[in-house]
């Protein structure tokens, strides 16, 4: 198994650039999380979707910020404009949410993308 | 509103001592997952251990065990017999669900820096 897989693992834009980040959860697994990790704010849930479906995103920091989930094996998190404040790293985490049931499986993370923005 | 804490922005341990790192949670699901990642210096996320709301004993993984204290609300990851290579960031995280719906939220707490002196 693969694992959740991030691309690009590094990426430095000019502020008002467009920036897209990828990921593929790992297959089989039906939930998806992205996070936003910073020293100051630490690890936040930005969106998550279940079954391809946006559950919450309530942690989307605003309108620049957008994420899709066209099929079962992809995930987009789109920032546009970019802005320097956007800098971290973002994870995308898969898990395999059983519904109707007490059973807990843990969630799986990629390496994380490091987003510079200057 | 915060629902996981991590009061412990960092700690040392001697290497072969035990160490206690705490998480305190909050929530009105009476059914709800608790999970502990670690986060090496590398970067990635890794999973170390979990318990669930109404699982009647505490769960233990090799020398990390989870004191699951459920009336206070509070979910301390024990570490026994530290290694130098447990040197690293931990996150406490809660799934939240909705009853058996379980769709599956999983939000972090700021994390505690460990580092074990030789």
């Known amino acids: 198994d693969a694992g959740v897989i991030q691309s690009p693992r590094h990426e430095v834009t000019e502020m008002g650039q467009e920036v897209t980040l990828r990921c593929k959860p790992i297959?089989?697994?039906?939930?998806l999380f992205w996070y936003r990790q910073t020293m100051m704010r630490g690890l936040e849930l930005l969106i998550y979707?279940?079954?391809?479906?946006?559950?919450?995103d309530s942690g989307m920091p605003e309108d620049r910020f957008s994420a899709k989930m066209p099929n079962a094996s992809f995930s987009t998190l789109k920032i546009q404009p970019s802005e320097p404040r956007d800098s971290a790293v973002y994870f995308c985490?898969?898990?395999?949410?059983?519904?109707?049931?007490?059973?807990?499986?843990?969630?799986?993370f990629g390496q994380g993308t490091r987003l510079t923005v200057v | 509103a915060q629902k996981i804490t991590q009061t412990q922005p960092g700690m040392f341990v001697q290497e072969k001592e035990a160490v206690t790192l705490d998480c305190t949670y909050d929530?009105?699901?009476?059914?709800?997952?608790l999970f502990w990642y670690k986060q090496p210096s590398s970067g990635e996320m890794i999973f170390l251990i979990y318990?669930?709301?109404?699982?009647?004993q505490n769960a233990t993984e090799g020398r990390y065990s989870l004191n699951f204290q459920k009336a206070r609300k509070s979910a301390n990851l024990v570490i026994s017999a530290s290694q130098l290579g447990d040197s690293a960031m931990y996150f406490c995280?809660?799934?939240?669900?909705?009853?058996?719906?379980?769709?599956?939220?999983?939000?972090f707490g700021q994390g505690t820096t460990l580092q074990v002196k030789p």
């Open positions: 985490a898969s898990r395999l949410l059983l519904t109707g049931q007490n059973l807990n499986t843990e969630a799986f």
């Open positions: 297959s089989g697994h039906n939930s």
């Open positions: 979707f279940n079954n391809n479906v946006p559950i919450d």
């Open positions: 929530t009105s699901d009476p059914s709800y997952g």
């Open positions: 318990q669930g709301s109404y699982d009647q």
């Open positions: 995280a809660m799934r939240e669900g909705h009853g058996s719906s379980n769709t599956g939220k999983l939000i």
